[in-house]
């Protein structure tokens, strides 16, 4: 569905097809300045419209990686959480080891998936705003610039307000784009840093003091757990 800024530049397109060429003139044409000034006045009057529908789409992007940041943070804290419960009982220490490592390395593999997509899909938002933002410029200046004789001095307002209203959107994206990026970060960081607490205090202590290594062969015991797949 068309917007109706798309509308009126298709009315002025055709205003101006449907326009008597000037005597002895290929290149220019005569308008009724007042109906010109009509669809100009209507077209500035919707562009501020326009622009405020374009922003309410970019705003989505932060509750995307907002829900995507939830999710993974609670994979996490349920892995954390289930990997306790099972190393708090003594008897079953070497399958609580490899369930736990299963258990974190799912958790991380799926919040990895989630980032990875809002990422993407808040980029595919900023892309279709911008190129938006571009036609729609580019459109309202050729449509302008062709009416240029008629409306010299109107016309150059209108360009000046398209123009500064256009650039606020382009600046927007950009600005939300990179502080979705940094947020994207400062996230990843804080999951390297913590990735040391999902090893519960009691697993490490009993491997710092080598409870296990007199009552198993070293061939029977649990791989380690790899507390390095988060990051």
Do not use: W
């Amino acid at each position: 569905m068309s917007s109706r800024i798309e509308q009126l530049i298709d009315e002025i397109e055709t205003y101006i097809d449907n326009c008597k060429p000037q005597p002895l003139s290929q290149t220019k044409i005569i308008v009724n300045k007042e109906e010109i000034d009509d669809l100009l006045r209507e077209l500035r009057s919707k562009t501020p419209e326009e622009i405020k529908r374009y922003q309410k789409i970019i705003s989505n992007k932060e509750a995307i990686l907002n829900d995507a940041r939830q999710k993974a943070q609670q994979l996490i804290d349920e892995a954390t959480e289930h990997t306790n419960e099972l190393i708090n009982e003594h008897e079953i220490m070497q399958q609580a080891y490899a369930q736990a490592n299963e258990v974190i390395s799912q958790a991380a593999n799926q919040a990895k998936e989630i980032l990875d997509k809002a990422v993407n899909e808040a980029n595919a938002m900023k892309a279709a705003a911008v190129q938006y933002t571009d036609q729609l410029l580019a459109g309202v200046e050729d449509i302008i610039s062709q009416s240029i004789d008629a409306t010299s001095k109107n016309s150059d307002e209108i360009i000046a307000s398209v123009k500064q209203n256009s650039e606020k959107v382009i600046n927007s994206v950009s600005k939300n784009n990179d502080n979705i990026l940094s947020a994207l970060t400062q996230y990843s960081e804080i999951i390297r840093s913590n990735r040391s607490d999902l090893r519960p205090p009691e697993v490490e202590k009993n491997v710092s003091a080598g409870v296990f290594s007199d009552t198993t062969d070293s061939s029977d015991s649990p791989e380690p757990i790899n507390l390095d797949i988060i990051s």
